[in-house]
């Protein structure tokens, strides 16, 4: 069964920190992982996309590393500033075809809280 | 582009009432997408549309649901009778094959309770 699993399910950091979240996956085929934000109250926002020949992919204070081997992806954050408190999911496509559609299995989310 | 644009965007509605939603997507966006998301259960898909044509509709929970495209700049998902286990938000998402990995893109979603 195709799964994503994200970790820590919630974390609270002080302004300025860094930190990173876990996102572990078994789908397949793998056509892509995605990182999105979801600010409360809002759609989802993508911040990442990396196919498996890609390593890692930064956007601003955000990287996300992917290891296809051990189907395992990160999301870094640098420098946490009080906007970055959002929900951040890790979502796998399995279509290999569009890259997108029906073959999403998103993660469940991990639930980050910047304090100052 | 004022991106994809739900409405409403909070609803309540008593049980058995028959409740609409509404989409519209991204100008020259081919795919069409209608998510719900819950606490327990997180984002999952109820059905997706290609050049208004549903593709594939097994993520709708029941025949309570139904989804329409009737042209390239709307769509609705319906509900009836509604139940409030169906209280939920409900994100409408747009995509292009053309696109960069077909990224899809979502609406500000509709906040749905039943009572």
């Known amino acids: 069964k195709n799964q994503v699993e994200q970790s820590p399910q919630s974390l609270i950091i002080l302004e300025g920190k860094n930190c990173t979240l876990q996102?572990?996956?078994?789908?397949?085929?793998?056509?892509?992982l995605r990182w999105y934000k979801q600010d409360t109250g809002r759609g989802p926002v993508s911040l990442t996309i990396?196919?498996?020949?890609?390593n890692t992919k930064s956007n601003g204070r955000y990287t996300a590393t992917l290891d296809a081997d051990t189907k395992q992806s990160s999301l870094h954050i640098t420098a946490s500033q009080l906007s970055d408190s959002a929900s951040y999911i890790c979502?796998?496509?399995?279509?290999?075809?569009?890259?997108?559609?029906?073959?999403?299995?998103f993660g469940t989310g991990t639930q980050l809280k910047v304090e100052l | 582009d004022a991106g994809v644009i739900q409405s409403p965007r909070h609803e309540v509605t008593e049980m058995g009432q028959e409740v609409t939603l509404r989409c519209k997507p991204i100008?020259?966006?081919?795919?069409l997408f209608w998510y719900r998301q819950t606490m327990m259960r997180g984002l999952e898909l109820l059905i997706y549309?290609?050049?208004?044509?549903?593709?594939?509709d097994s993520g709708m929970p029941e025949d309570r649901f139904s989804a329409k495209m009737p042209n390239a700049s709307f769509s609705t998902l319906k509900i009836q009778p509604s139940e409030p286990r169906d209280s939920a938000v409900y994100f409408c998402?747009?995509?292009?094959?053309?696109?960069?990995?077909?990224?899809?893109?979502f609406g500000p979603g509709t906040r749905l309770t039943v009572l």
């Open positions: 979502v796998v496509s399995g279509d290999i075809l569009t890259g997108g559609g029906n073959k999403l299995t």
């Open positions: 549309f290609n050049n208004n044509v549903p593709i594939d």
């Open positions: 990396m196919t498996f020949s890609e």
């Open positions: 998402a747009s995509s292009s094959l053309a696109g960069v990995h077909n990224e899809q893109f």
């Open positions: 100008s020259g966006h081919d795919y």
């Open positions: 996102c572990n996956y078994t789908v397949s085929p793998f056509s892509n």
